[in-house]
Nanobody, 129 residues
Framework: PRPIEESGGGSVQSGGRLRLSCAAS????????MAWFRRVPGKVREGVAA???????IYADSEKGRVTVSEDRTKNTLYLQIDGLTADDSGTYYC???????????????????????WGQGTQVTVSS
């Protein structure tokens, strides 16, 4: 498949809203566990939200109520909307597609590297007060 491409990052004001896009052209939609991750310098990459093969959503406990993951199946695109942005939301956001059965955000057997997992290059988000 073609590379996964994230977009929608940039500089935003604290308290605002942002929607990130993840285009997965050439992927058979709903054949993967799709997820968004955030990496902050000096910290490990952490899962934010995922969409499983049934279209059900999974959220990190710390993100529930503030982020929304959604899809457009006609465009093979995954979205992540973040409301009430704070400086803690700053970082690089990655989209990934994992081939293991099931779905979840925990790093481990899942979310490794190619060919098990396909990662995008990331999109940078900077939240300023």
């Amino acid at each position: 498949p073609r590379p996964i491409e994230e977009s929608g990052g940039g500089s935003v004001q604290s308290g605002g809203r942002l929607r990130l896009s993840c285009a997965a052209s050439g992927y058979r939609w709903r054949s993967y566990c799709m997820a968004w991750f955030r990496r902050v310098p000096g910290k490990v990459r952490e899962g934010v939200a995922a969409l499983d093969r049934n279209g059900d959503t999974i959220y990190a406990d710390s993100e529930k109520g503030r982020v929304t993951v959604s899809e457009d199946r006609t465009k093979n695109t995954l979205y992540l909307q973040i409301d009430g942005l704070t400086a803690d939301d700053s970082g690089t956001y990655y989209c990934a597609a994992d081939t293991l059965p099931g779905c979840g955000l925990e790093m481990g057997p899942r979310w490794g590297g190619y060919p098990q997992t396909f990662w995008g290059q990331g999109t940078q988000v900077t939240v300023s007060s």
